[in-house]
């Protein structure tokens, strides 16, 4: 089946850096997804992006997906950005299960 | 939109109880998802809906473990017996759509079994 690997696993910053975290898959896909888990356990959906880019406010996405890659950007990182962001994708092979990236661990230090 | 409801938030219970967790899912969605994520396994898909029909249910662990959707509004994930290595976040996810849509998760509903 598909594999998505997210790098890195982990990633400290200090408050108001600018951060680029990467999700490799190793087929096709017809739907990706971005979701941030904050430190109460909440997964909030930030992208639905199976291609192209896509922004809102400081935070971006661009999906390549001839490359089988997408990158979640996060600019001017505040405190309440910490937690685990999460990729996911739908292949076409696995119909509607979305299979996940094992997520990186962003701490934002202030 | 309210989103997606699951109760409770918090449960605490006895190894052997029957546990039973609730979920609403957005108004309009027609697809509705169970997942569990503990540390060591990650998320987990249990168990999907379309159309208030259980679709695929091989996530499930066991026969322990058993979900109904009596309606386009309302789900719910029963555990009977309960047992500690149950212990665990369990989500409710919807989407407009089965597939190629973006999927919504609920709070979440945390789980410990003594």
């Known amino acids: 089946g598909i594999q998505v690997e997210q790098s890195p696993p982990d990633l400290i910053l200090q408050e108001g850096a600018n951060s680029t975290l990467r999700c490799n898959f190793s087929d096709s896909v017809n739907n990706l997804q971005w979701f941030h888990q904050n430190p109460w356990g909440q997964l909030i959906n930030l992208f639905y992006?199976?291609?192209?880019?896509k922004q809102n406010g400081r935070l971006s996405a661009t999906t390549v997906a001839t490359e089988r890659y997408s990158l979640l950007y996060i600019s001017s990182s505040q405190t309440t950005d910490s937690g685990v962001y999460f990729c996911a994708v739908e292949s076409p092979d696995s119909n509607y299960q979305l299979i996940w990236g094992a997520g990186t661990k962003l701490i934002i230090k202030p | 939109d309210a989103g997606v409801i699951q109760s409770p938030r918090h449960e605490v219970t006895e190894m052997g109880q029957e546990v039973t967790l609730r979920c609403k899912p957005i108004s309009g969605h027609n697809s509705l998802f169970w997942y569990r994520q503990t540390m060591m396994r990650g998320l987990e898909l249990l168990i999907y809906?379309?159309?208030?029909?259980?679709?695929?249910d091989s996530g499930m662990p066991e026969d322990r473990f058993s979900a109904k959707m009596p309606n386009a509004s309302f789900s719910t994930l029963k555990i009977q017996p309960s047992e500690p290595r149950d212990s665990a976040v369990y989500f409710c996810a919807s989407s407009l759509v089965f597939s190629g849509n973006t999927i919504y998760f609920g709070e979440g509903s945390w789980l410990t079994v003594v």
């Open positions: 809906f379309n159309n208030n029909v259980p679709i695929d």
């Open positions: 992006i199976p291609s192209g880019t």
